[in-house]
């Protein structure tokens, strides 16, 4: 079993639709949980971080960690075609910044 | 601006040609890791440095070489390519004492090996 596990995808959504992307880990020890974006021919860049259960909102974004059933979830609301990329859940195992990632979900959104 | 540079951008070779990717940040980050993405499989890290003259593995090392002798230059060394290490290779960065997770990738090597 993966550590971090993640429905590919891909995503197709109109504009103006609420995204629901998700992850489930298997280590109840993870506390620290990021989503990465990933535009095509681009490098990962960090979109959010939460630590440990809770929500974290950041403008259109909202990350959510349930420790209890492994489950984190990334919210987009209002989505638009710029939002149109990979996403990458990824959380910290052990050592600093030795990140687990999860396959990623291309997510389109259409006008 | 800061950045991670990797060289090259785009890379086919043949079996056995040794190659180097190299890297380089300007951000004066202690911590610098190489990973590689494959379809299905997600980012998956080949050898990370926590300083100058400190390297360890990753999960997946074999075939693979690094050194760090600068701060800023982090260079991935292929001395026998095969077809398996055909895939997208990125090198990141971060400052020490962090520890939310950020990561600053450069903009990715895409090699293949015939």
Same mark, same amino acid.
């Given at each position: 079993?993966?550590?971090?596990?993640?429905? /590919?995808?891909?995503?197709?959504?109109?504009?103006?639709?609420?995204?629901?992307?998700?992850?489930?880990?298997?280590?109840?020890?993870?506390? #620290?949980?990021?989503? #990465?974006? =990933?535009?095509?021919?681009?490098?990962?860049?960090?979109?959010?971080?939460?630590? %440990?259960?809770?929500?974290?909102?950041?403008?259109?974004?909202?990350? =959510?960690?349930?420790?209890? %059933?492994? #489950?984190? %979830?990334?919210?987009?609301?209002?989505?638009? /075609? %710029?939002?149109?990329?990979?996403?990458?859940?990824?959380?910290?195992?052990?050592?600093?910044?030795?990140?687990?990632?999860?396959?990623?979900?291309?997510?389109?959104?259409? /006008? | 601006?800061? @950045?991670?540079?990797?060289?090259?951008?785009?890379? *086919?070779?043949?079996? !056995?040609?040794?190659?180097?990717?190299?890297?380089? @940040?300007?951000?004066?980050?202690?911590?610098?890791?190489?990973?590689?993405?494959?379809?299905?499989? !997600?980012?998956? @890290? *080949?050898?990370?440095?926590?300083?100058?003259?400190?390297?360890?593995? $990753?999960?997946?090392?074999?075939?693979?070489?690094?050194?760090?002798?600068?701060?800023?230059?982090?260079?991935? *060394?292929?001395?026998?390519?095969?077809?398996? @290490?055909?895939?997208?290779?990125?090198?990141?960065?971060?400052?020490? $004492?962090?520890?939310? !997770?950020?990561?600053?990738? $450069?903009? $990715?090597?895409?090699?293949?090996?015939?």
């Amino acid at each position: 079993q993966k550590e971090v596990e993640q429905d /590919p995808g891909p995503l197709s959504v109109p504009e103006g639709a609420i995204v629901s992307l998700n992850c489930t880990y298997s280590n109840s020890a993870f506390q #620290y949980f990021m989503w #990465y974006r =990933q535009y095509s021919r681009k490098g990962p860049e960090l979109l959010m971080y939460t630590y %440990s259960s809770g929500n974290k909102e950041d403008g259109r974004f909202t990350a =959510q960690v349930d420790k209890s %059933s492994k #489950y984190i %979830s990334l919210f987009i609301r209002d989505s638009q /075609p %710029s939002d149109s990329a990979t996403y990458l859940c990824a959380t910290i195992s052990g050592g600093y910044n030795k990140l687990i990632f999860g396959a990623g979900t291309r997510l389109a959104v259409h /006008p | 601006e800061a @950045q991670v540079t990797q060289n090259p951008r785009y890379l *086919i070779t043949v079996t !056995g040609k040794k190659l180097t990717v190299t890297c380089s @940040q300007n951000m004066n980050h202690e911590y610098m890791s190489w990973y590689r993405q494959d379809p299905g499989l !997600g980012l998956r @890290q *080949i050898y990370y440095s926590m300083n100058v003259e400190v390297t360890d593995k $990753g999960d997946v090392p074999e075939g693979y070489k690094v050194s760090r002798k600068e701060k800023r230059n982090f260079p991935l *060394i292929l001395e026998s390519p095969s077809p398996n @290490q055909t895939s997208l290779y990125f090198c990141a960065s971060s400052r020490q $004492g962090g520890n939310t !997770g950020e990561l600053f990738f $450069g903009e $990715g090597s895409r090699l293949t090996v015939l």
